[in-house]
């Protein structure tokens, strides 16, 4: 069994880990740490889980656990690394922003390998460490990646996503609460958003050559979870050679699906999914993708990854099924 200890453990994205870790046949979680919840009950701040899990919050770390999944928001990790020994056999995953660019990904003799299974999945597999991409980052790159591997990226690219309220975060906000998500909508860092970054990295790990703009406009829906994310850009070659294409390149991909129908949330909410439709129109290729932001899009991405580094079956705890209504 591969012990576990989480960091971070009240949050939203600790909160869907424990969902699937829990059930994880190859799994025994070791700890949860939370210094703001020691000694608290996990399902009393995860009330779903009442029944599921015996364990209490705690301020103390296992050092030798096998992995741990580092869930203290962005900015954070690097602290906790600098405060806190691990074992050198213990794999570290951060599901935070702090390792995910080249600048970044070595650490105090830890390197960092950018854990997007379908950009490079043999580097995952050989990983000690990875960094997690963002939920944005991953409905986009997974919209984009087989024109860079192409080498049909070639004009400036739009992109409009909208992201639930648990992207936010669990702390409350100004923009987070019922009253003014509900009925509501907006966007939010327009054309600077963090997640560009790994996005602009990974498409020029794939095509090198690429220089044109990436436009992003996030925005919050007035739902909890899912992202659904339009991409749009200039496209030479037919509808029917850009769908070969995407199939082509996610022909082995566990988790990740070509749609010949127009898609929606429904599909991919409390899933590991990335669902994506093609469509070409004046000249324009549009890319429809759609996930779960704490899903395919944190979490579970994370569990992927973490099958990979320890061999594996990639849908292990992963056979997760949408509901229809």
């Known amino acids: 069994m591969i012990s576990v200890g989480i ?19 190859e799994v025994k979680l070791d700890f949860v740490y939370s210094t703001t919840n020691s000694g608290v009950s996990i399902s009393k701040q995860h009330t779903d ?45 951060d599901l935070g922003n702090d390792f995910r660019l080249e600048n970044d990904k070595n650490f105090l003799g830890r390197d960092f390998v950018y854990g997007l299974p379908e950009l490079q999945k043999d580097k995952i597999q050989s990983a000690q460490n990875i960094a997690n991409p963002g939920c944005f980052a991953t409905a986009i790159q997974l919209g984009l990646l087989p024109l860079a591997a192409a080498e049909q990226l070639n004009d400036t690219v739009h992109v409009n996503a909208t992201t639930g309220s648990t992207g936010a975060g669990v702390m409350p906000g100004g923009t987070t609460h019922f009253s003014w998500r509900d009925n509501n909508f907006s966007s939010y860092k327009v054309f ?54 995407y199939t082509s390149y ?60 320890f061999g594996l079956n990639e849908r292990t705890g992963l056979e997760l099924k949408a509901s229809a209504f």
């Open 192 to 245: 600077t958003h963090q997640h560009l970054g790994e996005i602009n990295q990974s498409v020029q790990q794939l095509q090198d050559n690429f220089d044109a703009p990436i436009f992003f406009i996030p925005n919050r829906g007035n739902f909890s979870k899912g992202i659904y994310a339009t991409m749009y850009t200039k496209y030479k070659g037919t509808e029917s050679e850009a769908k070969e294409l």
């Open 49 to 93: 889980l009442i029944g599921e899990i015996d364990l209490a919050f705690t301020d103390t770390i296992n050092p030798d656990v096998d992995v741990v999944f580092l869930c203290l928001g962005h900015g954070r990790s690097r602290t906790f690394i600098e405060n806190n020994t691990f074992s050198a056999a213990t794999k570290v995953i």
């Open 250 to 309: 996610y022909k082995d991909a566990q988790f990740t699906v070509l749609s010949d129908e127009e898609i929606h949330l429904k599909q991919v909410v409390n899933t590991n999914k990335c669902i994506l439709h093609i469509s070409k129109k004046d000249g324009m290729l549009l890319i429809t993708s759609v996930i779960d932001n704490l899903i395919k899009g944190a979490s579970g991405q994370a569990i992927h990854n973490m099958n990979l580094m």
């Open 7 to 25: 960091i971070g453990g009240s949050g939203y994205t600790a909160g869907e880990l424990l969902r699937l870790l829990v059930h994880h046949p």
